[in-house]
């Protein structure tokens, strides 16, 4: 899994950047949702990332994340092999300002 962590003061611009990293994979044609972190538990955001993973998605990309969900997927990044998620997984985050 490969994890970028976008961070920031309020009005820096980081889900701009999140859009354009959305808009960039849309061009390359795959269509990926932007995730909301603030509006789900820890525990369900890091469920969903790894149904994603294991059903073939390529990109995962989240906006508002706690500063929880970030430890929590740095982690599993940090399991490496062992956490099951392929190599090729890209994890995009937003941190909340």
Request: net charge neutral; charged share 15%; glycine share 10%.
């Amino acid at each position: 899994m490969q994890l970028q962590i976008i961070t920031g003061s309020a009005g820096s611009g980081k889900t701009t950047q999140l859009r354009a990293i959305q808009d960039e994979l849309k061009d390359q044609g795959t269509d990926v949702v932007i995730y909301h972190g603030a509006s789900c538990t820890t525990p369900f955001f890091i469920n969903h990332l790894c149904n994603q993973a294991m059903a073939g998605v390529t990109h995962f990309l989240a906006d508002d994340c706690t500063q929880f969900q970030i430890k929590a997927v740095t982690d599993l990044k940090a399991r490496g092999i062992h956490s099951g998620i392929p190599s090729g997984f890209v994890v995009h985050l937003v941190r909340q300002a």
